[in-house]
């Protein structure tokens, strides 16, 4: 099993990975549980896939596990849901003291997190997650949240996991879509800041989604490493070492709005696909050579990400996408900071970034 360390100041915590790792998740949690009942929060298709393995493994370590079986989906990261969730934690009984279980992908991680964080002015929480995305990225960190008409993830809270569990065999049940949108957010972790990550990706990607066990379960650990580096040198996004996560997200997440945060572009879609833009404007401003950008495509065509602009078919201009970025949670007293490349491996923080050449690359992008 591999163990990686999460040195949160005042609040660490191991992240454990190991293929069937939900058979014998009742007795890794078992030391965390003051009593001998457990309540565990999921979705719909997690629990038929997985709430009778987990169930039996809470038993055998003597604990009777409670179940709150939400609908899956994005739409479930709601207000609506928040509520039922906190009143149904409330109706358990739950003690500040107690740890829950968020058991699912990253929709019933923040979701269950945030919950958390407000009962009883924040309870402890244990991380299962169920997908690539929650595995090597969204269980880590303690970023919680949920969307609004407003817009995603504006409101939540940073609440800190007392473990997570990933079993990577949990992927076995996953959609190939799922794991693909995952995968992308493994890839970012090589162009961040760790250039031969980047070559293992371009090796063992295709193997990895395939379900070659051990590449799994090595992207797993790699990315957990990098993340747990990131968010221990600075929890709360204030030092800008963890905005590097955000590399793809700004361009992303304009993408995300303009298809309605749909099934016609998940999540990690997006990213992989705002990856490339990152590249490839980088590339045009002179900073990254067009070699290198070619490299991060040719990746994503190679494992089926989205890599162009104009496959998307979006009937819309640079400057409408430009403008979702306007509303994005970063922006910080009127500018947006932005991830752009000097290189593979080599992500920075660019704070000049002029919106009007944004909008104009955007253009010339959708055009293809
Ligand atoms: P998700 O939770 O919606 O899961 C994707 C789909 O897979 C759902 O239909 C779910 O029911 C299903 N599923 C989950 N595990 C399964 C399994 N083992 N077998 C079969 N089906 C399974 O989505 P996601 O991609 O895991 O997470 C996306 C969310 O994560 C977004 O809301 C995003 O904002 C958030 N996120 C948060 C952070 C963070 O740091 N907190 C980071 C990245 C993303």
Not at 37 to 59: G, L, M
Not at 108 to 137: E, N, Y
Not at 271 to 286: E, I, K, T, Y
Request: proline fraction near 3%; aromatic fraction near 6%.
């Amino acid at each position: 099993m591999a163990v990686i360390p999460v040195a949160i100041a005042g609040a660490p915590y191991e992240v454990r990975i190991e293929a069937g790792l939900l058979s014998n998740a009742g007795e890794h949690c078992r030391p965390f549980l003051r009593k001998d009942r457990v309540a565990i929060v999921t979705d719909a298709n997690v629990a038929a896939h997985w709430q009778e393995t987990v169930t039996a493994s809470f038993a055998s370590a003597g604990v009777q596990s409670e179940w709150l079986v939400l609908p899956a989906g994005e739409s479930t990261k709601s207000w609506e849901h928040l509520a039922r969730v906190v009143d149904w934690l409330l109706l358990q009984e739950v003690e500040r003291k107690d740890n829950i279980v968020a058991f699912g992908g990253g929709v019933i991680g923040d979701l269950t997190g945030f919950a958390a964080s407000m009962v009883k002015r924040g309870c402890g929480f244990i991380q299962i997650p169920t997908t690539l995305l929650a595995q090597v990225d969204s269980s880590v960190g303690g970023k919680t949240a949920i969307n609004t008409p407003a817009g995603k993830n504006l409101v939540g809270a940073f609440h800190q996991p007392s473990l997570v569990l990933a079993d990577p065999s949990a992927l076995d049940t996953l959609p190939l879509r799922d794991t693909r949108a995952g995968y992308a957010e493994v890839i970012k972790y090589g162009l961040i800041d760790d250039a031969p990550f980047f070559e293992w990706c371009e090796a063992n990607g295709a193997k990895l989604l395939a379900g070659d066990s051990s590449a799994r379960a090595a992207a797993i650990a790699q990315s957990v490493s990098a993340k747990a580096r990131i968010v221990a040198a600075d929890e709360k996004e204030t030092a800008g070492v963890r905005a590097l996560l955000n590399l793809g997200h700004t361009f992303g997440h304009a993408l995300e709005a303009e298809t309605g945060f749909s099934d016609r572009l998940l999540h990690g879609e997006g990213v992989a696909l705002g990856m490339v833009l990152a590249a490839r404007f980088s590339a045009r401003l002179g900073l990254m050579s067009g070699q290198d950008a070619q490299r991060i495509v040719a990746h994503m065509e190679a494992v089926g990400l989205p890599a162009s602009l104009r496959s998307l078919g979006l009937e819309c201009s640079g400057r409408r996408l430009a403008d979702h970025m306007l509303h994005d949670k970063k922006m910080d007293a009127g500018t947006l900071p932005f991830l752009l490349m000097r290189g593979i491996g080599k992500t920075f923080l660019a704070k000049d970034v002029d919106l009007d050449e944004v909008a104009s690359f955007l253009d010339k992008e959708l055009r293809g």
